[in-house]
């Protein structure tokens, strides 16, 4: 009964303080004059402390100083898409040199059978220079640290690359590294020719590589133990060179019979065929046994990209074995998938991959059916150790213009899951000149730490002849073997030196895409894994760039202006602008190249200081010693002068620069005039703007700031400028670019609790700036962004003052400090807290509101006085969660059984070179594997690859004022909104969030969360427009398929093989320490 009287008191206690405030809240008239008083005091302040119109003004008194050109998006475009083209064609000639040297090579090879000693000689790129051993065959150059290359090089020698499950002293490679040798001379002419070649690789079909100039092996980690994997063959260069795209499905017996260690190698080798894969191929997994299905939620092809090819991981790492094998039912149910061609797919090589156990049936009825022609090729994989007819599965890949592979253990896997581009390659061989065609590849990160790449390749084919046994006796055939792939690399920085950036403003850009409309030249582009990222995902996606995306991919030229959420560069904010995109094809590739201006850059500023004398004067605006007078003074990083070097320290880089223009003046050949000119004239003209600060002193302003176009930022006074955190580079700077996108003032929400920035949202002010606009004869230019920092003290008092009424009675009606009853409030466009009249709100300065009332914000969501857009990166890192070494259990390393080693086949195999590895390592370096152990507890804490999801708020509307209540079942929030004109801001009153506690208080978060994103089942049911390839080399009636797969046997003594499993046991198990 007591607590019910407690209940009832509370009720009516709520009911009537919910009343109270009905009654005494303030009218939506009193509080637009509060407003209104705010926004008078604010942009009067800003506006005659930053000076906006006094650097205006400066501009046009200066006329005769610059002149104003033209943007003409048509030409600039067209004219970067063809010297784009000419860079490319000249990589192209200098490979079809490369390929023709290559088969020469090969064909004048004589074939050695042993080799003496020092007779091949190479560098492994592998090799430990430090070492003092001298092994024979072995070449040890000197390296220098090369610019272009960013790591040590030697002009003079190759570097030769061999996986680490390739043994170098096979009569294979030996011959290999022999006539590869040659291919040095032809490196060396083709960068005498043209000393901007990167890259040049010939990776062979065996695995080997060599490439020019040389360099030492290592990977991105810079971990010098760190076991390599990288084999030529895997990369995505090498796919694309090899064989034309594939439309693959894999077939996956999961018969009863498969069970155990069996079905855990068909899962790492289903695993390692995607793979093999790039992202012009198609594929799907299908397990079958008594019935046949889709492992995963794709019912038909898909693209082979990163997304698509996790779900088949995860999907066949889940399927169990149970109940028998029926052949018929799997390849029905595959040639079925096959032959849909209403669903997007490559249209080429038509592929069918089983991987089983074996069986006794073949199925041929089935083939008879579906495959006549033999359109559709079948690769077959006997998997595991087992005493089945595997006559039945070789007939079925011999039969269909495939192979036959045997998978008994793990060492196997990675050689015969790639092997099958060899059979592939024929119809190129066969089609020979026809088949000569340059490709260029979708943009990757390179081996050797060039960054992002697009890589030119040609196939090298096998140009010898080779007997052939038929009824009428031995005769000569073509070869159909596919030597490899030749490869030059082209770095996107050089693609971007031809798209010139300073000129079309901040929020102008070029960006290319490839056929699978992936960019490989856009700012949001990060050079991190995975880099397929799609045009689509890298802006905000709309009706509009989905028809643009798709007429460029077609290899249309077109030309658009349209409305778009543009995301901030700090993506915290999303403003709308107008842009017009216009395109054109890159000719002699499938690249398509787009430029994207805002109407405000269709002209830009060109300085005219040519003497001497005033480029002196100017410069010297810049100097140290004068930042007292003049503020404090950053450069942004450009190229202005080739021999001039970048520096990430801005007081460096402004000393060298000032040397190195007094030394050698702005008209030096090394340098760029025209940049160096408008840096020297913005130089001047803010050092005007500086002597009108100088003249005041506001009260309430921590700093005023100035940045212009042409590269200089002043801070003043210069104590301010040290602790200025923005970007030197003003292209990059977030309030600059929102400012130009902006017709008002911005006010710029401090980043709360940035560990980066070091000083709190409250210490830091709030920044205000808006863009600088003149008309020069009619045409709009906006050449710098000025503006100020806000005390945050000297703020809430006037913010307070303002919101006063001297008729109040109550204690509700206005903004009073810490008032109890009312919550007051000013927003940006993007949510986040500016002001408060609550002491617990102004240390949250810069945090998203929806983390503080949650409730509140998402009323504010619904009425609606914001909009949200919800987008994902798909380049982010993430944290790993990590396994405890205690679950991890032992390594899986494997041992070969009797079987394995009475196979004289396995002898040759990766797994048989591993473990020899294994072996020798084990008796020469004890700590080999512990320290094998350490590396992958140190690779468990680096981040990783992951997709992260953001939200970002913005206006809805140009409705000014919003009011309403906030129903929260046993109470209610009265509110009212009015926007600040000539801002980004709003401010609010509401009823306190302590009068309604039964509210949602679950925060919204804004924040950059992990993410599965958006679900791949649903994105394949409708996949975005792509074009296949042009030509298809999928068949030829010449081609020979005789040779399908096959093993022979060797018996070694009982003896022999129980000792070698004896001593691999005893080193896995007696010689490791693991701790319990």
Excluded at 617 to 623: A, D, I
Excluded at 635 to 660: M, V
């Amino acid at each position: 009964m007591e607590s019910y009287s407690i209940a009832v008191f509370l009720i009516v206690l709520l009911s009537s303080l919910m009343n109270l405030s009905s009654a005494e809240f303030p009218t939506p008239a009193t509080v637009k004059t509060w407003v209104d008083k705010m926004q008078e005091d604010l942009v009067t302040l800003a506006r005659t402390a930053s000076g906006v119109d006094q650097l205006g003004a400066v501009f046009l008194k200066n006329r005769d100083s610059y002149t104003v050109e033209m943007n003409n998006a048509q030409q600039l475009v067209e004219s970067a898409a063809w010297n784009i083209e000419k860079l490319l064609l000249n990589r192209s000639m200098a490979l079809e040199t490369l390929a023709t040297a290559a088969e020469n090579f090969q064909m004048e090879h004589q074939w050695k059978n042993e080799f003496g000693e020092n007779e091949t000689m190479y560098y492994n790129a592998k090799d430990n220079l430090d070492s003092d051993s001298n092994e024979t065959g072995r070449i040890k150059p000197e390296f220098v640290e090369d610019p272009s290359f960013k790591r040590r090089i030697n002009y003079n020698y190759t570097a030769v690359h061999i996986p680490t499950d390739i043994y170098e002293g096979s009569t294979i490679v030996l011959n290999e590294l022999n006539w590869t040798a040659a291919l040095e001379d032809v490196f060396k002419k083709n960068r005498d020719e043209d000393p901007t070649l990167l890259w040049q690789v010939f990776g062979s079909a065996t695995g080997l590589a060599r490439y020019y100039p040389a360099s030492p092996w290592m990977d991105s980690s810079k971990t010098p133990n760190k076991i390599d994997l990288y084999d030529v063959r895997r990369r995505p260069w090498y796919i694309q060179g090899a064989a034309s795209p594939k439309d693959m499905l894999i077939l996956v017996d999961v018969s009863g019979s498969v069970s155990g260690l069996t079905l855990r190698l068909i899962r790492t080798s289903v695993s390692e065929m995607l793979e093999t894969l790039s992202d012009d191929d198609y594929v799907n997994v299908v397990s079958f046994n008594d019935d046949a299905k889709n492992v995963s939620c794709f019912t038909h092809l898909v693209q082979a990209n990163v997304r698509n090819k996790k779900v088949l991981k995860d999907a066949v790492h889940e399927i169990l074995a149970k109940g028998i094998t029926d052949y018929k039912k799997g390849f029905s149910f595959a040639f079925e998938q096959l032959s849909n061609f209403n669903v997007s797919r490559a249209n080429c090589n038509k592929i069918i991959m089983l991987f089983t156990d074996g069986g006794e049936e073949r199925a041929q009825e089935i083939f008879e059916k579906y495959n006549p022609e033999k359109k559709v090729r079948v690769f077959t994989f006997s998997v595991g150790q087992h005493n089945y007819d595997k006559g039945p599965i070789q007939w079925m890949a011999c039969a269909n213009k495939g192979h036959y592979y045997e998978i008994p253990s793990i060492g196997a896997i990675r050689i015969n899951t790639q092997e099958y581009l060899d059979v592939l390659g024929r119809p190129m061989v066969l089609a020979d000149k026809r088949a000569k065609q340059v490709q260029w590849t979708n943009v990757y990160l390179d081996a050797l730490e060039l960054g992002l790449v697009i890589t030119g390749t040609l196939p090298v084919f096998n140009k010898t002849k080779e007997l052939k046994s038929n009824e009428k006796g031995a005769v000569p055939r073509q070869n159909q073997l596919i030597l490899g792939v030749m490869a030059i690399d082209v770095s996107l920085e050089d693609i971007k030196r031809l798209t010139p950036r300073f000129t079309i403003g901040p929020n102008g850009y070029y960006f290319a895409i490839d056929p699978n409309g992936y960019v490989l030249l856009h700012p949001n582009l990060q050079p991190k894994e995975p880099v397929t990222l799609d045009f689509l995902d890298a802006e905000l996606e709309n009706d509009v760039k989905v028809e643009i995306r798709r007429k460029m991919i077609d290899g249309e030229k077109g030309e658009i202006k349209i409305n778009t959420l543009v995301k901030s560069q700090d993506e915290r904010y999303i403003d709308k602008g107008v842009r017009t995109y216009t395109w054109t094809p890159v000719n002699g590739t499938d690249y398509s190249l787009a430029l994207v201006l805002p109407s405000y850059s269709a002209y830009y500023i060109k300085a005219k200081i040519e003497d001497t004398i005033t480029q002196a004067r100017l410069s010297e605006t810049l100097q140290l010693d004068h930042f007292e007078e003049y503020g404090y003074t950053s450069i942004a990083p450009r190229e202005y002068c080739k021999d001039l070097k970048l520096s990430s320290n801005k007081t460096q880089f402004l000393l060298e620069f000032i040397d190195f223009i007094d030394r050698k003046s702005p008209s030096h050949q090394s340098c760029n005039a025209t940049l160096v000119n408008r840096l020297l004239l913005d130089a001047g003209f803010s050092n005007e703007l500086v002597q009108y600060w100088k003249k005041q002193s506001p009260q309430g302003v921590l700093a005023r700031f100035v940045a212009t176009d042409g590269g200089i930022t002043r801070i003043y006074p210069k104590s301010a400028g040290e602790d200025w955190t923005e970007d030197a580079e003003t292209y990059e700077a977030s309030f600059y670019k929102r400012s130009l996108d902006n017709p008002f003032y911005i006010f710029t929400a401090p980043y709360f609790n940035n560990s980066e920035i070091g000083v709190s949202g409250f210490d830091s002010g709030i920044m205000v700036s808006r863009a600088v606009e003149i008309t020069v004869d009619g045409k709009l230019l906006k050449p710098a962004v000025v503006g100020v920092k806000i005390n945050v003290t000297t703020w809430m008092e006037n913010f307070t003052k303002a919101t006063m009424r001297t008729d109040c009675t109550s204690e509700i009606c206005d903004c009073e400090k810490n008032n109890k009853y009312v919550d007051c409030v000013i927003l940006d466009d993007g949510g986040f807290l500016l002001m408060s009249n609550q002491d617990e709100y102004i240390s949250q300065i810069g945090r998203f509101f929806g983390e503080i009332d949650p409730s509140f914000m998402r009323n504010l969501i619904k009425v609606p006085l914001y909009s949200f857009n919800k987008s994902y990166d798909y380049q982010s890192v993430c944290d790993p969660e990590r396994d405890t070494k205690a679950a991890a259990g032992l390594r899986s390393v494997f041992v070969p059984t009797i079987a394995d080693i009475l196979n004289i086949g396995w002898w040759a195999s990766a797994a048989a070179w591993s473990i020899l590895q294994q072996l020798f390592l084990s008796l020469t370096f004890p700590n080999f594997l512990e320290a094998a152990d350490i590396e992958e507890e140190i690779a468990a804490l680096s981040k990783k690859s992951c997709i992260t999801e953001q939200t970002q708020y913005f206006f809805s509307n140009n409705v000014k004022s919003f009011d309403g209540v906030l129903d929260c079942g046993n109470c209610s929030r009265i509110y009212h909104a009015e926007k600040l004109a000539n801002t980004n801001l709003v401010f609010l009153i509401v009823d306190s969030k302590v009068t309604c506690l039964a509210c949602d208080s679950k925060p919204l978060i804004q924040a950059e969360q992990p993410s599965e994103g958006p679900n791949p089942c649903e994105l394949a049911q409708n996949p975005r427009h792509r074009k296949g390839p042009e030509v298809c080399f999928d068949n030829d009636d010449n081609e020979d398929d005789s040779d399908c797969g096959g093993v022979s046997g060797l018996s070694p003594s009982l003896w022999s093989m129980i000792g070698i499993q004896l001593v691999l046991l005893w080193l896995l198990t007696g010689s490791r320490h693991y701790p319990s």
